[in-house]
């Protein structure tokens, strides 16, 4: 059983900066692509950023030259940092995995985490 547990999410003023984290656990051989998402509220989720396995990236036009997304192939963990945080950022950030959990699984598969809260506010 895989699970990816987020953590690091909180109430943060406008300017400031969070880092949040994404863990992938369980039955896991090799991690493709990760990535994080957001849902503010009222609204559909959308694509933050992802990061492949060999290190490239990929982001938001709402969050480039802020947010920097990073990986530890070893801790199969990932990591999004986020700086000059706006009030538009307000949202709750899921981040996904897409691996095989074993050498002889056929296909690879999308896993999500469960969510944390980032609330940027005054």
């Known amino acids: 059983q895989v699970q990816l547990v987020e953590s690091g999410g909180g109430l943060v003023q406008p300017g400031g900066s969070l880092r949040l984290s994404c863990a992938a656990s369980?039955?896991?051989?090799?991690?493709?692509?990760m990535g994080w998402y957001r849902q503010p509220p009222g609204k559909q989720r959308e694509l933050v950023a992802t990061?492949?396995?060999?290190?490239?990236?990929s982001y938001a036009d709402s969050v480039k030259g802020r947010f920097t997304i990073s990986r530890d192939n070893a801790k199969n963990t990932e990591y999004l940092q986020m700086n000059s945080l706006k009030p538009e950022d307000t949202a709750v950030y899921y981040c996904?995995?897409?691996?095989?959990?074993?050498?002889?699984?056929?296909?690879?598969?999308?896993?999500w985490g469960q969510g944390t809260q980032v609330t940027v506010s005054s």
């Open positions: 996904n995995a897409v691996l095989k959990a074993t050498s002889t699984t056929t296909y690879y598969t999308l896993y």
């Open positions: 369980g039955s896991i051989f090799s991690i493709r692509t």
């Open positions: 990061i492949t396995s060999t290190g490239d990236t």
